[in-house]
């Protein structure tokens, strides 16, 4: 392998710990907190997971520990779509097991959760490991999008844990891998198989957060590698002053990304998808703001502009949500009788005919790229995926229609971009590389300690990792009830944008300003060595909620 210098001076990286687990483990003791119970269907939840609901949640301080010191075989898997910080996590857990005992074995299983029941694996050595820190990407063990959800498939996993003496395996992922990890760990307790199952919260979407997790790793590399180029946009933009550039940022539940990079650029117009379905706005709506700004714009002769779009955008909008969730139902619950349809027009009429009227219409009304994109293959839970739709590009064509439905004399040319892939394997920063490395050696702690079920968690992250808090949260105290494939299931309930909090509050203050005039900021790069106020800082949105 060819290295680049920076990937030769980021191997020399030491990531920074939180003070606590700067200390010999020998001296770490666990602290239990108060009993938890799951955000919501409290009965339902405790009666699927009732080894492993009501736990409490712990921190680490300290004192004597009562951690087991024979040695230990841990198993790990990278879950879902990659986060910058991966990597770390996992040398991370390397260096706390073997600061330990050195006797302590890590197994790194293959292509995510298809790796645990295939028993595809690696023994981590400090040679191969040492290839991989503070660098992008999942290439360590690779990846994969298995879901880990029936008694045979619990079966191979307990069956290859018993062939390899596993104490414990580490679940790298967001929100559905994590909800993998609690079935899992409640598997394994009803059948006192002891194996331990620990989360470690990983999306760049930003949308696996609580109170005691403040952000999901990868989130602040993946803001600021799309901020970098969203602002050379922005200079390109004010440069050449004649083209509108339609953003479309990753993001498919929550609006976050889209919130952050707004506030790291300071764009013309930032749609965030939790407001339009707040205020039930339909898609004219959103169509005749953006035409607003751009007249305005246009009117001091400043024919340009950025505008940001959240992935997930089409899905707030109330009545084109309703029609994706018919849709999902309609093909989920029909499966068969559409996949046996070989035309489209009997793909659209198969559709129409058994939509409600309602729903018949907006479909109707769509362009027939967007009806086609509506209709592809579905993601692994059933939903319709949202990144294939261009949404973008609807938005600059309808815009372009109602300017010109207006008579409006604005120059209106457009061009539009999806920034996705580009930002979950960057490098990442120095705040993902040192809070990734401390989830990771702090979920050894959490295994040594006897604890399953639990979520890794550091918090108090926007003072610095000098004071960063290390600890754990029972994975179930984030569960609720939500629809898959035509049933209810148990998931780990994913955070939207809060409108009233700080970061939506301070760009709902700005945005008109930001619209009317010029203001764009350049982030640049990320940066990695340098003042400390520079490259360690953290993203706006965790900056403005926690009062820095």
């Known amino acids: 392998m060819n290295y680049s210098p920076l990937q030769k001076a980021r191997y020399e990286y030491q990531p920074k710990l939180p003070l606590i687990l700067q200390n010999d483990i020998n001296d770490i003791e666990v602290c239990f907190g108060e009993s938890t119970q799951s955000v919501a269907d409290q009965e339902k939840i405790k009666e699927m997971f009732p080894n492993t609901y009501g736990m409490k949640t712990i921190s680490f301080k300290k004192g004597s520990s009562k951690a087991k010191k024979d040695s230990q075989v841990v198993g790990v898997i990278l879950s879902g779509g990659q986060a910058p910080g991966g990597h770390n996590v996992i040398t991370g857990l390397y260096d706390a097991l073997k600061r330990s005992n050195k006797d302590n074995v890590l197994l790194g299983f293959k292509g995510g959760p298809s790796g645990l029941l295939e028993d595809d694996y690696i023994e981590f050595t400090d040679e191969f490991i040492n290839e991989y820190r503070n660098t992008g990407g999942f290439d360590i063990i690779g990846s994969g999008r298995t879901k880990l959800e029936t008694v045979e498939q619990f079966k191979v996993v307990s069956e290859v844990a018993k062939k390899h003496n596993l104490n414990a395996i580490v679940i790298i992922g967001g929100d559905d891998s994590n909800t993998n990890a609690a079935v899992l760990a409640e598997y394994m307790a009803a059948t006192n198989a002891g194996v331990q199952v620990i989360g470690c919260p990983k999306t760049i979407d930003g949308d696996l957060k609580n109170d005691v997790i403040e952000v999901s790793f990868g989130f602040d590399t993946a803001c600021k590698t799309y901020s970098e180029l969203i602002g050379n946009i922005e200079r390109d933009a004010n440069s050449a002053k004649k083209y509108w550039h339609f953003i479309k940022v990753m993001g498919r539940s929550a609006s976050h990304i889209a919130l952050e990079c707004a506030l790291e650029c300071q764009p013309n117009i930032c749609l965030v998808g939790e407001e339009v379905e707040a205020k039930n706005m339909a898609m004219m709506d959103i169509v005749n703001y953006i035409a607003d700004v751009v007249e305005t714009r246009s009117a001091k002769g400043d024919n ?23 849709i999902n139902e309609l093909l989920a619950v029909h499966e068969k009788d559409y996949a046996v349809l070989g035309s489209w027009d009997d793909q659209y009429n198969f559709v129409i005919s058994n939509l409600t009227s309602k729903s018949a219409n907006v479909f109707k009304n769509l362009p027939l790229d967007i009806q086609h994109q509506l209709l592809m293959d579905r993601d692994p839970h059933g939903n319709v995926q949202v990144s294939r739709i261009e949404t973008e590009k609807l938005l600059i064509t309808m815009v372009a229609k109602e300017l010109k439905n207006r008579g409006s004399k604005a120059k209106f040319n457009a061009l539009n971009h999806f920034f996705g892939y580009e930002g979950r394997c960057a490098f990442p920063s120095n705040f993902d590389a040192d809070y990734c490395y401390s989830l990771g050696y702090n979920a050894f702690l959490l295994i040594s300690n006897g604890l399953t079920g639990y979520m890794s968690t550091v918090t108090n992250l926007s003072a ?28 780990i309930r994913k955070a939207l944008v809060e409108l009233e909090g700080k970061p939506f509050k301070y760009f709902e203050a700005h945005r008109k300003e930001w619209a009317e005039n010029t203001l764009f900021t350049f982030p640049g790069a990320i940066q990695y060595y340098g003042p400390a106020e520079v490259c360690d800082i953290t993203t706006r949105t965790l900056a403005l909620e926690q009062g820095n």
Do not use: C, D, S
Request: proline share 10%.
């Open 304 to 326: 340009y502009g950025v505008a940001i779009v959240p992935e997930g955008l089409i899905e707030f909008i109330p009545e084109v949500k309703v029609l994706i969730a018919e």
């Open 464 to 491: 610095g990792p000098q004071n960063w808090e290390a600890g754990g949260i029972p994975i179930t105290k984030m569960m609720n009830l939500e629809r898959r494939h035509g049933e209810f299931k148990p998931v």
